[in-house]
């Protein structure tokens, strides 16, 4: 099993910044794609950032970002600590919502695993 724990959520001015950080224990497949993912007061869960390590010819790890954190958010994996980060720069209030870091897996079956932190509110507020 993986365990996920999220920390560094809080309130913060627009504008502010924040650094998540996701401690992760247990079976780290170095294929597995972790990120984070967000859910605002009424509204669906969605993907903020996803990061995935390069494979054996591409050694570079893999981004992806949702268009409306681009130029912001920064995602990070610190394969020696188990620990995946998100810096989040010019916080808006539209950006307030819970976040969950997550882990992506897909078996050599097709069978599609993925394991969730406890989430960590970020409130961006005047």
């Known amino acids: 099993q993986v365990q996920l724990v999220e920390s560094g959520g809080g309130l913060v001015q627009p504008g502010g910044s924040l650094r998540l950080s996701c401690a992760a224990s247990?079976?780290?497949?170095?294929?597995?794609?972790m990120g984070w993912y967000r859910q605002a007061p009424g509204k669906q869960r969605e993907l903020v950032a996803t990061?995935?390590?390069?494979?054996?010819?591409?050694?570079?790890?893999?981004?992806n970002y949702a268009d409306s954190v681009k130029g912001r958010f920064t995602i990070s994996r610190d394969n020696a600590k188990n620990t995946v980060y998100l810096q989040m720069n010019s916080l808006k209030p539209e950006d307030t919502a819970v976040y969950y870091c997550?882990?992506?897996?897909?078996?050599?079956?097709?069978?599609?695993?993925?394991?969730w932190g406890q989430g960590t509110q970020v409130t961006v507020s005047s």
């Open positions: 247990g079976s780290i497949w170095r294929s597995d794609a």
């Open positions: 990061i995935r390590s390069g494979g054996t010819t591409n050694y570079a790890d893999s981004t």
């Open positions: 997550n882990v992506d897996r897909t078996t050599v079956i097709g069978l599609r695993k993925q394991y």
